[in-house]
């Protein structure tokens, strides 16, 4: 038997694909102190300074910008959220004409921050800066007079970099800015050619409450009217489902007439002897309804700025203000002789709205607890309807283990159209 040749398998030209290596840059090792960025005011002057100087309301030494035309700026540090990882790239802004011209050969190729934070320079009121030398010891509050250089003097003992800035027998703008603040706040005695001033309270007072009135005349900034506005005068409102929930709760341990009696004594509101602890609480539900629907309905508009304006007082004392101070003026913004603000009103309606939080607190756990056991009695009922159900099958199994087989066979015969065993045995009728 002759056997086939086979011809070799021909040899396919594989296209030679060129292995390509990717090439890793190492970056640059991370610095100890990173740049940072600031935003700096456009008519700052060339002597304006970064100081560090005790801040007025803790003591605790802050960076500042000093500039002795527009006086001082605070930083504030914005920054991006911790859940979102962004970062900064910064390079030097290249005109067309630099990047054609082979002058400059070697340029900053950038920076990348790793911490994208900014800080912004906000003009802070000279008064603050001034008040812990203007207070000077709170046992002899506004008792002692002093020249405006004296004050200047006392601001320069308490940070020795200010001195390099302001000078109090050299006064400039800087100085003349202080001195007018401190008779804003202050009392003014003439001796001969000098003013001597002393701190008032009442002055100072009236003094943050037009601040107040200026922050809060276009609105506070949402993150503060969301979180101590709006919060603070919301008022709870039950749904009526609820209501209707809890009377049908009541209803099921209760006869049908009782059922009607109840639902009828709640929408009535009426104060019936014979009322259950259920109809009374769904009662109360519906009048707090009612009353919630009235406060939000009349939207007191006077609570709501005057809120705000309690806001903006307890932000200034908060940021600016020192904690002996600040013990001092506490009881001042509540005169309306003083501050011609009366907050009663707002006491008034903030008193509600947490009587209100009260009740509704009351009811909500209430309600919870009732319908906790209403759905342990629905959970008693199907179980002993399960046990029910078992309890029948296992008897007619059991009865049909004791049937015969002889029964079990006759049960099987087609009986149609054949007449019962009992017909034979009934009494022929009587022949007449």
């Given at each position: 038997m002759k056997r086939a040749r086979s011809k070799p398998a021909a040899t396919k030209k594989h296209d030679e694909v060129e292995s390509t290596t990717p090439t890793i840059k190492k970056m640059d090792a991370s610095v100890d102190n990173p740049p940072q960025v600031?935003?700096?005011?456009?008519?700052?002057?060339?002597?304006?300074?970064?100081m560090t100087i005790p801040n007025p309301a803790t003591s605790i030494l802050s960076r500042y910008l000093v500039c002795p035309d527009n006086g001082f700026y605070e930083f504030t540090r914005v920054a991006v959220p911790k859940k979102e990882q962004r970062s900064w790239l910064l390079a030097p802004d290249r005109s067309s004409e630099e990047v054609e011209s082979t002058e400059h050969e070697e340029k900053d190729a950038g920076y990348v921050i790793q911490t994208p934070d900014m800080l912004v320079?906000?003009?802070?009121?000279?008064?603050?800066v001034l008040l812990p030398s203007l207070a000077g010891d709170v046992e002899s509050l506004g008792?002692?007079?002093?020249?405006?250089?004296?004050?200047?003097?006392?601001?320069?003992?308490?940070s020795k970099l200010l001195a390099h800035i302001i000078r109090p027998n050299q006064p400039g703008k800087l100085e003349r800015a202080m001195e007018s603040r401190m008779e804003a706040v202050c009392e003014c005695m003439d001796l001969g050619d000098e003013k001597m001033y002393a701190l008032s309270l009442p002055k100072l007072v009236k003094e943050l409450v037009s601040k107040a009135k200026k922050m809060t005349a276009k609105g506070l900034p949402a993150s503060m009217e969301d979180k101590f506005v709006k919060q603070a005068l919301d008022v709870p409102v039950l749904s009526i489902k609820r209501e209707d929930s809890s009377i049908s709760i009541a209803a099921d341990?209760?006869?049908p007439g009782a059922e009607r009696e109840a639902t009828s004594e709640a929408q009535s509101q009426g104060s019936d002897a014979s009322a259950s602890t259920i109809t009374s609480v769904s009662t109360a539900?519906?009048?707090l309804s009612i009353a919630s629907a009235t406060d939000e309905s009349s939207s007191p508009s006077q609570a709501i700025e005057l809120l705000r304006l309690r806001v903006a007082f307890n932000f200034m004392l908060a940021s600016y203000v020192a904690p002996a101070?600040?013990?001092?003026i506490e009881p001042l913004l509540q005169e309306p002789s003083i501050t011609s603000i009366?907050?009663?009103?707002?006491?008034?309606?903030?008193e509600r709205v947490a009587s209100l939080k009260k009740q509704a607190q009351a009811l909500?756990?209430?309600s919870d607890n009732i319908s906790r056991k209403r759905s342990a009695v629905d959970d008693g009922q199907a179980l002993d309807k399960g046990e029910a159900k078992k309890r029948k099958k296992e008897e007619e199994e059991a009865r049909k283990k004791n049937t015969s087989h002889g029964v079990k066979q006759l049960a099987k015969v087609n009986t149609t159209g054949m007449k019962k065993m009992s017909s034979f045995f009934t009494r022929p009728p009587t022949k007449k």
């Open positions: 600031f935003v700096m005011p456009r008519d700052a002057s060339s002597e304006a300074r970064i320079a906000t003009r802070v009121d000279p008064l603050f008792q002692e007079y002093l020249a405006p250089s004296d004050y200047l003097a006392k601001l320069t003992e308490r341990d209760a006869t539900a519906t009048s101070i600040r013990q001092e009366d907050f009663a009103p707002l006491d008034k309606h903030l909500r756990s209430l």
